[in-house]
């Protein structure tokens, strides 16, 4: 038997291990090959138009999107997306149901969703 495991994690691995969260051997036998990728609000507009991508080659709800309309591309870039490409997938499929047409618009999203735009946090220079 031939099998690969793939893990994730929003935690610093080596951090877990050293505050016990995280078994070491646990970690030594997962850690063949790390892959550090950023959350979705460090990749900027990249990542957002490949979930739209995913939006629009999903008919999984019947509809046929299109796209998004440039207010909601605007609310998109703006959002700090804590809950990464999880939210972002979450939120589109929500708007893919709700849509009126094959738009996403402002009226397609989430109740409180991008009504207030809060920035990431400042991180220090050291």
């Known amino acids: 038997m031939d ?5 994730a994690t929003n935690k610093d691995p080596e ?4 505050s016990a969260h995280l078994r ?3 970690f030594f036998r997962l850690n063949v090959f790390h892959v550090t990728l950023p959350p ?7 990542s957002v138009a490949g979930g739209i991508y995913f939006a629009r080659h999903q008919s999984k709800h019947g509809k046929n ?12 870039m703006s959002h ?8 972002l997938r979450n939120v ?3 708007s893919a149901i709700m849509c009126e047409k094959d738009l996403i618009s402002r009226s397609s999203l ?7 735009t809060a920035k990431a946090p400042a991180t220090s220079a050291a």
């Open 110 to 116: 989430p109740g409180e969703f991008g009504k207030t």
């Open 80 to 87: 700090t997306w804590p809950g990464n490409i999880r939210e």
């Open 3 to 7: 099998v690969r495991v793939l893990a």
């Open 15 to 18: 951090q877990a291990v050293s």
């Open 65 to 76: 999107v299109r796209g998004v309309g440039a207010e909601v591309m605007d609310i998109f």
């Open 92 to 94: 589109l499929e929500r």
């Open 24 to 26: 070491q051997d646990l």
């Open 40 to 46: 979705l609000r460090a990749t900027g507009r990249h």
